[in-house]
């Protein structure tokens, strides 16, 4: 087991500089100096500024847009901090890219979950802290500890307050049938009913068909998921919920906005009232602002999480406490 010493350093690469910052304030420290930048070829250049010898160091990098450039930043700073003869590094990885590449869903497919698990190990990381992996058995990728925390606890404690006075007009959504787990456990946290959108193609060559299961008419419904990319998936089930299913209002929830073109069109079409999202990845740059989408911040969790991590304490009420 790594062995560090009572001072904590927090780095940071140029993924998510903001979420950097929150997370140090909430700590009551200062964001670790370091030059991250590139060459003139496009090689990344990492240059600590400040001894990490012994310490317990935590590197905040999500690998989104510009997924491979922030992926070597990350990498070379845990070599950098590891040849610095740090203590213990700890990636916190707010976003974890690739997560989607988790199994071979045909032959000669890679797993590249599993690829960038052993780079990171092998890069010389100690451990992992992630939020709301797309597939939860990517933890099962790594040889060392990974802490997946949940998301779904932060849009509770923002909705609870919304859905108290009338929670029998509310019920959450799940967009698919591969996200029921997680809207499942978000429904029982609230208090709330389920319904599920099924899609299927029943021809080649047809469009894809939606049922509903369960009963959204006249409902305020929360849809949660954990990834926004395109928004395909997300704005076809608000229609149908909205057009199927009679739903009065459509809010909606997701931990990662990816938002890669054409999701913002997409979105401002869309019947959804509210896209609710999570700080993990920062608004696309130089995009103009949808005014139904909104950021929560997770900077406390995160901050409570590598304060008990260097504490050698449980994550466990961090994890489970909406």
Do not use: W
């Not at 890219?97 to 690829?115: E, F, H, M, V």
């Amino acid at each position: 087991m790594a062995t560090h010493s009572q001072e904590v350093k927090i780095f940071a690469g140029n993924s998510n500089p903001d979420l950097a910052k929150e997370i140090c304030n909430d700590l009551f420290m200062d964001l670790g100096s370091a030059v991250v930048s590139q060459f003139a070829d496009g090689e990344c250049s990492i240059s600590l500024q400040e001894a990490v010898r012994g310490c317990d160091v935590f590197i905040i990098q999500s690998t989104c847009n510009r997924v491979n450039d922030n992926m070597m930043e990350l990498l070379i700073m845990i070599d950098a901090c590891r040849r610095a003869s740090a203590g213990r590094i700890t990636a916190v990885m707010p976003y974890f890219g690739y997560a989607r590449q988790d199994r071979k869903a045909k032959s000669r497919d890679p797993i590249s979950a599993k690829l960038v698990a052993n780079l990171i190990t092998a890069a010389g990381a100690d451990r992992v802290l992630t939020m709301d992996l797309h597939a939860a058995q990517i933890q099962g990728f790594f040889d060392i500890p990974v802490d997946n925390l949940a998301g779904g606890n932060i849009f509770a404690k923002h909705y609870r307050n919304m859905i108290r006075k009338n929670p029998d007009d509310f019920i959450v959504v799940s967009p698919d049938v591969g996200s029921v787990a997680r809207a499942r456990t978000f429904a029982m946290k609230l208090g709330l009913g389920l319904a599920i959108i099924d899609k299927r193609r029943e021809k080649a060559n047809q469009s894809e068909v939606m049922n509903i299961i369960g009963s959204v008419e006249g409902k305020h419904c929360l849809i949660l998921d954990d990834i926004v990319d395109t928004a395909g998936s997300l704005c076809g089930a608000a229609r149908a919920i909205k057009e199927m299913g009679g739903a009065a209002d459509i809010y909606a929830c997701a931990t990662h906005g990816v938002l890669s073109n054409p999701a913002l069109e997409r979105l401002e079409d869309s019947p959804i009232d509210e896209l609710l999202l999570l700080d993990t990845i920062p608004y696309p740059k130089n995009a103009e602002p949808l005014k139904k989408i909104s950021y929560l911040s997770t900077a406390n969790v995160f901050a409570e999480s590598i304060r008990r991590i260097h504490e050698e304490r449980s994550l466990f009420t961090v994890e489970n406490n909406p």
